[in-house]
């Protein structure tokens, strides 16, 4: 039985990125990119005005009167250095002229009524000038590679010019849920019935990473015939991965080992050495479109929820290019102790002022936590920690 350090080496072995492909900015956020994104001329490109203003010699004294020459409305070139004894009004944006100037705040001037000339009441500052190049030169990288593009760098890529960024392709995911037990959320259960609470808890955490997206969707029975009908449909859909939720352990119903073998997939994990998440399997395949992997969750759904945050997320990451989510050093709440486990835990927690606080939970099936929960505590097989813990963040 693997670890989970085990575990995770194999799949940054086995992983590779997707291949790239260009988007426009509006559906570019929280994708990865893919190439260094250069600053094409300097940033700013010009010298440029911070303020509603004028912009008159530096050297000018408080108490001058200057005559207002023109102005400088943005959008346009820089024009002249303004004569001695004259100024130019200028706006926020404005492109401010070559020579040894200074600006002066709207506010700091008074203005003869036909607005003719102003009279300073402080003195020109350069200070308010934004530089050219006082943020970037050209050919600056400015965004590396393998970076999540969030609202920031979508406007930074829109202020280069950079309207169709090369991003790392969304991983195509299918899911396929088995049981008998299992029927639909929006349906009565009858007697020895559960609802499926898998599917919108897979939906959900495949739509959080950003990097993934869930084109295909099935419900299997306990037969192996039905199991493996539905696991043939959703390979149809040509998927990054595959998902089987349940049946991943020893049982007389639990097919999906045998399942990924009859359609060419090769174990790569069978069983952690994980508390939950012991039944979890991993199989690769290779097609004359990459490698498809297919992983098979233990049906419990604290398990699944504990199982993609440790191994699906991180399978994800390698695929989109990107770093996995480190596990972090964090404070536990005073008198919050954790049990430890023959096997390592990775026990839910939810974040409160003094510390991180384990969460009740009396099995894998147990769905209460999940909403209050904001770390996966590692409790390891020894000895539990006293006041800090190694956590993935959730």
């Not at 300097?42 to 912009?55: H, K, L, N």
């Not at 539905?230 to 097919?255: I, K, M, N, Q, Y």
Request: glycine letters at 8%; aromatic letters at 4%; proline letters at 9%.
């Amino acid at each position: 039985m693997l670890t989970v350090a085990e575990v995770w080496q194999r799949l940054d072995a086995l992983a590779a990125p997707l291949p790239a492909e260009t988007v426009p900015l509006a559906l570019a956020a929280g994708r990865v990119l893919r190439a260094d994104a250069l600053a094409p001329e300097d940033q700013p490109a010009f010298d440029r005005s911070s303020i509603d203003g004028y912009v008159a010699p530096l050297d000018t004294p408080v108490g001058a009167t200057l005559r207002v020459a023109g102005d400088i409305p943005t959008g346009q070139a820089a024009p002249a250095t303004p004569d001695a004894g004259t100024c130019l009004k200028l706006f926020t944006g404005s492109a401010v002229p070559a020579g040894a100037l200074g600006l002066l705040m709207w506010e700091d001037v008074a203005r003869a009524p036909d607005g003719t000339t102003i009279t300073l009441r402080a003195a020109p500052s350069a200070s308010l000038i934004r530089r050219r190049a006082s943020q970037a030169r050209a050919g600056a990288l400015l965004l590396p590679a393998g970076t999540v593009l969030n609202a920031g760098s979508l406007a930074l890529l829109a202020s280069l010019g950079i309207t169709a960024p090369s991003v790392a392709r969304r991983a195509r995911v299918a899911h396929l849920v088995t049981g008998g037990e299992i029927v639909p959320a929006e349906a009565t259960p009858a007697p020895g019935q559960i609802r499926d609470s898998n599917s919108p808890l897979v939906a959900a955490l495949l739509a959080a990473t950003g990097s993934a997206e869930l084109v295909a969707h099935a419900r299997a029975d306990e037969t192996h015939a039905s199991a493996s009908a539905s696991f043939a449909r959703l390979l149809s859909t040509e998927p990054d991965l595959l998902l089987v939720s349940g049946g991943s352990s020893g049982g007389e119903h639990d097919h999906t080992a045998r399942l990924f073998a009859e359609h060419g997939f090769t174990l790569a994990v069978n069983q952690v050495a994980s508390r939950p998440g012991k039944p979890l399997l991993i199989a690769t395949r290779d097609t004359p479109h990459g490698r498809q992997f297919a992983v098979g969750l233990p049906g419990n759904p604290l398990s699944h929820f504990v199982c993609f945050h440790l191994f699906v997320a991180r399978l994800l990451a390698r695929l989109a290019g990107t770093t996995p989510a480190p596990t972090v050093r964090v404070p536990l709440a005073p008198g919050a102790p954790l049990r430890s486990n023959p096997r390592e835990t990775w026990w839910p927690a939810a974040r409160a002022a003094e510390g991180y606080s384990p969460l009740p939970w009396a099995d894998s099936s147990d769905l209460t936590t999940l909403s209050r929960t904001h770390a996966l505590l590692r409790v390891p097989s020894a000895a539990a920690p006293e006041t800090t813990a190694e956590a993935i963040l959730v």
